[in-house]
């Protein structure tokens, strides 16, 4: 089944700063790609997704890019603020769903002030 | 228009009991999907309801069983309890099979 890796597991950066968050996946058959965002005591929150036909996808200070070949994808965050820190997990599935999202083990953002 | 909701929020079961958790999709959503999310972890998936029938199961025992209703809204049975099951269970609605949109979850504790 689909493998899903995800670095670093803890990530400081300063307010203003920019985020890189980075997952590989093994089954070449994925081709659906979200990121959630979880605040503490809540469920995880759709950020942003994207397709296999699609390079890169952008949503104000948010961004995704993807590299089919090395099978993997990355968040970019930019001009990060407090309210971005959060648990942020990517996740893969064959975009039928028939299998579910498997997901990384979570990056745990940390904005300081 | 409303959001994924989830009952209850909280219980304490022991070992060997059942519990059955609810789910309501999001308005226009026909697919729900169930995840178990232990602590420090991702979320892992359980198995997939789409109209009504199940759509894909992941890495999960028999005991694990659930339901959807003709409006959307799905259970999620545990049988025969273990220690290991403590974890959050999260409910997410999708519209046919597109992205997936989370609960806030139902967090069980096994004593």
């Known amino acids: 089944g689909e493998n899903v890796e995800q670095h670093p597991s803890t990530l400081s950066v300063q307010e203003g700063d920019s985020a890189v968050i980075k997952c590989t996946y093994s089954d070449s058959a994925s081709n659906y790609f979200p990121w959630y965002k979880q605040e503490l005591g809540k469920g995880p929150q759709l950020i942003i997704d994207?397709?296999?036909?699609?390079g890169e996808k952008k949503d104000q200070r948010i961004a995704v890019t993807l590299n089919k070949t090395a099978k993997h994808f990355s968040l970019h965050i930019t001009e990060t603020q407090p309210e971005d820190s959060a648990v942020y997990f990517c996740a893969a599935s064959t975009g039928g769903g028939a299998d579910g999202l498997t997901f990384g083990k979570g990056t745990h953002l940390i904005i300081q002030p | 228009e409303t959001g994924v909701t989830q009952s209850p929020t909280h219980l304490i079961k022991t070992r060997g009991q059942q519990v059955t958790l609810r789910c309501s999709s999001q308005?226009?959503?026909?697919?729900v999907s169930w995840y178990q999310q232990a602590l420090g972890q991702g979320p892992q998936f359980i198995f997939q309801y789409y109209r009504e029938e199940e759509n894909g199961r992941g890495n999960f025992p028999p005991r694990f069983s659930g339901l959807q209703f003709p409006n959307y809204s799905s259970e999620l049975n545990v049988n025969a309890l273990e220690l290991d099951d403590s974890a959050l269970y999260l409910c997410a609605s999708s519209r046919e099979l597109g992205a997936q949109y989370f609960g806030p979850g139902t967090r069980l504790l096994v004593l």
């Open positions: 308005s226009g959503h026909n697919t």
């Open positions: 994207i397709r296999s036909n699609v």
